[in-house]
């Protein structure tokens, strides 16, 4: 310090950054060197030297031992009585678990803080965010590992959850009535390691496929909608949860989260997806009576398919031919639509295969598609929701370029993203020692 100030004497200038971040280091050094007092432990009375052991012996004090934690002061040596069962050979130091440090080098505020940066950022980047955030020199690969393992730990606690959900063990949360609920339903790829991806087809015929789907789900609520009647979210309300799994398991866990969220005193709930079926099939398996609605946009996508393909390279045709049928599939006239589908003249086998594909999207949703009658009740009728979500919580942080995931990896970061999301890592990281 007094380096940098003799220095600004000579020059007139002063380094703001170098003497703040020096004074930072300096009371870094000064707290580890208060915390690391804190953190010696004197040997045991005499009358405290046994303690119980798993396997129902007596472990025996045997001696003070050290060890280096990374703390948010920096590195301090602890101190501790160390306990051994000569019945089973295992020792154990009770002050590591009181500390929260049984299983890592690292305390709980350090591991706090690797956790929120490698769920925000890749994990070379959080490494850097919290040398310069936090003052902290720590691996790539501690915040890689710190991030997972939470993220774990909470993919650990859902699947609990959702298996506790479906032997119908749900608490009813209570709360207020909610007037409109809606559950938003979509999948999204994201690059996997190759090992992942085995004995699996691409997308492409023939292809290996180099990407796994995250199912990724949405509950948020709407109490009200605008002058012109479209529908407002309520701001705040929006709740995600997703993974890489089964229909099966993902439609247990979109359950469990809209329960979670009031479903069962929902006044009116929807479901809205794009024509996936594994969707719909979630929707009549666990959100029966639900309104379903298929997202107008992916409907509209699929008649530019078709305007495509009946008039290729000719611009002002498609735009021509969507003119005359996108105002059927605006105002829910599906069977109309689909009457003049079928009235095409296709002019190849292959068309003709397309067309009926089309037909066969159209009627198979025909009842998911009466968007004036959802509008009147101002209902939402696209997925814009989910897509965004998808956006913010995947893509964002799970399709940067170069990444490689396996799924158990994008798993464990997928939970972490979604809890933080939700505004729930706090009450995890409370009670995460309670589990
Ligand atoms: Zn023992």
Redesign the pocket.
């Known amino acids: 310090m007094q380096l940098l100030f003799q220095d600004r004497r000579k020059s007139g200038q002063l380094d703001l950054e170098a003497v703040e971040m020096a004074f930072r280091s300096a009371l870094h050094q000064a707290g580890a060197a208060a915390l690391e007092k804190l953190l010696q432990c004197a040997p045991p009375a005499p009358e405290d030297r046994g303690r119980a052991?798993?396997?129902?012996?007596i472990?025996r004090y045997r001696e003070l031992r050290s060890r280096r934690i990374l703390t948010v002061l920096g590195e301090v040596k602890i101190m501790r009585p160390w306990y051994l069962?000569s019945?089973?050979?295992?020792g154990q130091f009770p002050f590591d678990t009181e500390l929260d440090v049984e299983n890592s080098d690292l305390s709980p505020g350090v591991r706090r803080m690797l956790a929120m940066a490698g769920s925000e950022a890749p994990f070379n980047q959080g490494r850097q965010q919290i040398e310069l955030l936090a003052g902290l020199s720590i691996t790539t690969k501690a915040v890689e590992r710190t991030a997972e393992s939470i993220g774990e730990d909470l993919a650990r606690r859902e699947r609990a959850e959702v298996d506790r959900a479906v032997q119908l063990d749900l608490p009813i949360v209570i709360g207020q009535p909610v007037p409109i609920l809606y559950v938003e339903m979509d999948g999204t790829g994201i690059p996997v390691v190759k090992k992942e991806t085995l004995g699996r087809t691409g997308k492409t015929d023939g292809q290996p496929a180099h990407t796994r789907e995250v199912k990724i789900g949405c509950v948020f609520t709407q109490t009200a909608w605008d002058k012109e009647g479209h529908p407002i979210r309520d701001p705040g309300s929006t709740t995600y949860t997703g993974a890489i799994e089964t229909a099966d398991e993902f439609g247990k866990r979109i359950y469990l989260e809209a329960w979670n969220r009031g479903w069962p005193r929902a006044a009116k709930k929807v479901v809205i997806g794009d024509g996936a079926e594994w969707i719909w099939n979630i929707a009549d398996t666990h959100f029966p009576g639900a309104i379903q609605i298929v997202d107008l946009y992916h409907a509209r996508q699929h008649l530019w398919d078709l305007a495509r393909r009946l008039h290729p390279y000719d611009p002002a045709g498609q735009q021509q031919w969507i003119d005359v049928h996108k105002p059927n599939l605006d105002e829910g006239k599906i069977e109309e639509l689909a009457g003049l589908l079928r009235a095409i003249d296709p002019t190849t086998p292959e068309l003709a295969k397309d067309i009926q594909t089309k037909i066969g999207y159209f009627e198979r949703n025909a009842e998911r598609m009466r968007y004036p009658a959802f509008r009147r009740q101002h209902l939402f009728v696209g997925s814009g929701v989910i897509e965004a979500g998808c956006r913010t919580v995947i893509g964002q942080r799970l399709k940067r370029s170069g990444m490689f995931w396996t799924v158990r990896g994008a798993n464990n970061i997928i939970a972490l993203r979604c809890c933080h999301l939700n505004g729930r890592f706090e009450d995890y990281w409370e009670n995460r020692r309670a589990a």
């Open positions: 052991c798993p396997c129902g012996q472990a069962c019945g089973c050979g295992k």
